[in-house]
């Protein structure tokens, strides 16, 4: 068998199984598609809906700048929230699913679209990236979406 050799510059030949392109890797998750599911509870421009479904604006600015809080975010989407959840002086009984469907690049980027394009108050966004999504999803299991909204309750009040 003779090896395939093919001229690619001045000078350089490659053979055969180099000129293989090697697949394009998965694009990232488009957030903003994903947020689609979220909408439909907290509408399209986060404003969520009085009485029944949060506000996502200035909750989720100040509980991505604190560790814990960045930890809450990715187990709220991936667990679900039973309430009752206090978010901007007004209180929220009402129950969002888990989106376990979600893997944790897809939860980091529907986290980053909403910190990004739907949360504008508060501090600075830092970027969620899918390896720290996977560390707080890790041992998901062990917390309830009941203590999830103690969680905030806590972080509200300036836990860490």
């Known amino acids: 068998m003779r090896a395939r050799l093919a001229l690619i510059g001045p000078g350089v030949l490659l053979a055969g199984a180099a000129l293989a392109q090697s697949a394009p890797a998965d694009p990232a998750p488009d957030g903003a598609s994903l947020y689609g599911r979220c909408s439909a509870c907290h509408t399209a421009s986060g404003a969520g809906l009085p009485g029944a479904f949060p506000p996502l604006n200035r909750d989720v600015r100040m509980m991505a700048a604190k560790p814990a809080g960045r930890r809450y ?3 709220v989407v991936r667990l679900g929230l039973i309430g009752p ?3 901007e002086g007004q209180t929220y009984r009402n129950v969002m699913p888990a989106q376990s469907g979600l893997d944790d690049a897809a939860i980091a980027a529907v986290l980053n679209h909403v910190g990004t394009r739907i949360s504008h108050d508060g501090p600075a966004f830092r970027a969620f990236t899918a390896a720290e999504v996977a ?3 890790a041992d998901a299991g062990k917390t309830s ?3 999830l ?3 905030h309750a806590s972080l509200a009040k300036g836990g860490a």
């Open 73 to 75: 975010l990715a187990l």
């Open 85 to 87: 959840l206090e978010v």
């Open 135 to 137: 560390g707080y999803t």
């Open 145 to 147: 979406a009941a203590e």
């Open 149 to 151: 909204a103690a969680l």
